[in-house]
C-alpha cells in the first residue's frame, strides 16, 4: 500500500488544533496508561494501524503490559481490567459508534462513579481527538512500523 498523503505535504499548521489538543490532554490529569487504553481501543475499532503502531509503543513505554494490550479486543472477557478501565473502555467505544446506540443514561452514570464531570469532558474530547487521528491516518495511508516513543512530544 502507497501513502497518499504525509504530512510534508500539507501546509503548515493544519494539524496545530489536535496538536494543541493532545497537549491539554497530557496536561489534563487524566492517567496517560488510561489514555493509551484508549487511543489503542479507538484505533482498534477505526482499523488505523499507524496509530496502533504508535499507542502499542507508548503504552508499552509507560509500562502496559502486551497482555492487556493484545487482550483489549476482548475487554468484556478479560479479568484484568478494573471496573474504571471498563467504564471508559464501554464510553470510548459508544462515543466511536455514536451512530449505533449513542451513551445511554446508565453508561454515563458508571462513568460518574469514577470521574467527575469535567474529567468526563476532557475523556469525551480524548476519544474524539484519537478518532479525528484514526480518519486523518486512513484516509492519507500512512504508512506504520516507524514511529518512536515520544516522537510528536
Known amino acids: 500500500m502507497e501513502q497518499r498523503i504525509a504530512f510534508t505535504?500539507?501546509?503548515k499548521g493544519l494539524f496545530?488544533?489536535?496538536?494543541?489538543?493532545?497537549?491539554y490532554l497530557k496536561k489534563s490529569g487524566i492517567d496517560p496508561k488510561l489514555q493509551e487504553l484508549i487511543k489503542y481501543r479507538v484505533s482498534q475499532i477505526n482499523g488505523c494501524a499507524y496509530c496502533l503502531d504508535?499507542?502499542?509503543?507508548?503504552?508499552?513505554?509507560l509500562g502496559e503490559t502486551e497482555q492487556r494490550l493484545y487482550?483489549?479486543?476482548?475487554?468484556?472477557?478479560?479479568?484484568?481490567?478494573?471496573?474504571?478501565?471498563?467504564?471508559?473502555?464501554a464510553y470510548a467505544e459508544a462515543v466511536t459508534n455514536l451512530h449505533q446506540h449513542?451513551?445511554?443514561?446508565?453508561?454515563?452514570?458508571?462513568?460518574?462513579?469514577?470521574?467527575?464531570?469535567?474529567?468526563?469532558?476532557d475523556l469525551t474530547m480524548a476519544i474524539a481527538n484519537i478518532n479525528s487521528w484514526n480518519r486523518l491516518n486512513i484516509s492519507f495511508r500512512t504508512v506504520p512500523g516507524n514511529y518512536k516513543v515520544g516522537q510528536f512530544n
Do not use: N
Open 9 to 11: 505535504d500539507v501546509t
Open 16 to 23: 496545530d488544533g489536535l496538536f494543541k489538543t493532545e497537549m
Open 54 to 61: 504508535m499507542h502499542h509503543k507508548e503504552a508499552i513505554a
Open 71 to 89: 487482550s483489549l479486543t476482548a475487554w468484556k472477557e478479560c479479568p484484568y481490567y478494573s471496573d474504571k478501565e471498563r467504564a471508559v473502555l
Open 102 to 121: 449513542g451513551i445511554t443514561d446508565a453508561l454515563f452514570e458508571t462513568l460518574t462513579q469514577y470521574f467527575s464531570k469535567a474529567e468526563i469532558a
